[in-house]
């Protein structure tokens, strides 16, 4: 008798477990092109950041000469960040080893032995060019740029705007 009892007991879980799984959501594809004054930005990144999940960094994609192409994202109404400090080229790169020391234990070296780690990569993907614009939409807290994803493809071209 004790086999039915344990039947008993686990079929409750059986059935949340069954019906939990069951729902999928569909995901949401954003694709588009940003742009400034009239000029692509074709260099950087566009995150989404869910409006529900109030902390986290949210979905990241780069930007392209053709635009970007963001796959998989939850359906639902986002905040919209886009940055291109990281393709500034007068911003400061990180150094690897001891300024100035040359051969076995410096710069280059210890960089070719964290390249093959696979600790550093070897290209940003920022190839296009930079474009300043301005500071708020980099801020989640500032960005004006929202978006309402509904599954399925969603075409999103953003112009960025001075105040």
């Known amino acids: 008798m004790t ?44 995150t989404f950041h869910p409006v529900s999940q109030q902390e986290g960094a949210g979905f990241g994609f780069p930007l ?16 919209v960040t886009v940055e291109t400090e990281t393709a500034n080229p007068k911003r400061p790169r990180p150094t690897y080893g001891q300024p100035g020391k040359k051969g076995p234990g410096g710069k280059e070296d210890y960089r070719q032995k964290m390249m093959e780690k696979g600790s550093v990569p070897q290209e940003s993907g920022n190839a296009g060019t930079y474009v300043p614009i301005p500071k708020k939409y980099a801020d989640k807290t500032t960005s004006p740029l929202r978006a309402t994803l509904t599954a399925g493809k969603n075409d999103l071209p953003f112009e960025l705007k001075d105040d």
């Open 3 to 46: 086999v039915p009892r344990r039947f008993v007991l686990l079929l409750p879980l059986l059935l949340v477990i069954a019906f939990g799984c069951g729902r999928k959501r569909d995901p949401s594809v954003a694709s588009g092109k940003v742009t400034y004054k009239g000029q692509e930005v074709s260099a950087g990144t566009i």
């Open 64 to 79: 392209k000469a053709d635009g970007y192409n963001a796959v998989s994202l939850p359906a639902e109404e986002m905040v």
